[in-house]
């Protein structure tokens, strides 16, 4: 009987250390509305969404592109621009003259409350365009994405310029 309780309490160790543990923490987030909340690790499945956007993108399929967004979705570009629907982004993307060119150089994802759903995407991008004028500019895009059941909430990007690396 005594090797009886001594094998149960052994597997009900082993069990609970097989359990779900919760995923740790890779950083932190000020102010009083996050107050408890810490960033985790994100998941491959919210990445997805944006490199699938991404490949869209490239051919300017702004049907297929237009099933990444919510139908509330808010888009700040890098110069300021503000849209708060995909269609509006669009249709600036299809008014541009310039022709680009860029790589996908960075992307990850991180979460601010596993518990909730939604996961904050970040991708960088090198950026080559070609004005209407003939001149090129090379830069890069940082986007920020707030991605939930597959939908990008929303979606910010920040422009920085590329310097010349010393010799």
Same mark, same amino acid.
């Given at each position: 009987?005594?090797?009886?309780?001594?094998?149960?309490?052994?597997?009900?160790?082993?069990? #609970? *250390?097989?359990?779900?543990?919760?995923?740790?923490?890779?950083? $932190?987030?000020?102010?009083?509305?996050?107050?408890?909340?810490?960033?985790?690790?994100?998941?491959?499945?919210?990445?997805?969404?944006?490199?699938?956007?991404?490949?869209?993108?490239?051919?300017?399929?702004?049907?297929?592109? *237009? *099933?990444?967004?919510?139908?509330?979705?808010?888009?700040?570009?890098?110069?300021?621009?503000?849209?708060? =629907?995909?269609?509006?982004?669009?249709?600036?993307?299809?008014?541009?003259?310039?022709?680009?060119?860029?790589?996908?150089?960075?992307?990850? =994802?991180?979460?601010?409350?596993?518990?909730?759903?939604?996961?904050?995407?970040?991708?960088? $991008? #090198?950026?080559? *365009?070609?004005?209407?004028?003939?001149?090129?500019?090379?830069?890069?895009?940082?986007?920020?994405?707030?991605?939930?059941?597959?939908?990008?909430?929303?979606?910010?990007?920040?422009?920085?310029?590329?310097?010349?690396?010393?010799?």
């Amino acid at each position: 009987m005594k090797k009886l309780k001594l094998l149960a309490l052994s597997l009900f160790v082993i069990i #609970a *250390s097989c359990a779900k543990q919760d995923s740790p923490s890779v950083g $932190f987030v000020s102010g009083e509305e996050f107050q408890g909340f810490e960033w985790h690790i994100g998941t491959s499945e919210y990445v997805k969404v944006v490199t699938d956007l991404d490949q869209a993108w490239v051919v300017n399929d702004y049907e297929k592109m *237009s *099933s990444f967004f919510s139908d509330t979705t808010t888009i700040i570009t890098y110069d300021g621009l503000i849209f708060d =629907s995909f269609r509006g982004f669009s249709n600036h993307l299809q008014d541009d003259t310039s022709e680009y060119e860029w790589e996908m150089l960075s992307i990850y =994802s991180v979460d601010l409350n596993p518990e909730t759903g939604g996961e904050h995407v970040y991708a960088t $991008f #090198a950026i080559t *365009s070609t004005l209407s004028s003939g001149d090129i500019d090379t830069y890069n895009i940082l986007e920020h994405y707030y991605i939930i059941d597959g939908k990008i909430v929303w979606l910010y990007q920040y422009k920085q310029d590329q310097q010349d690396q010393p010799d």
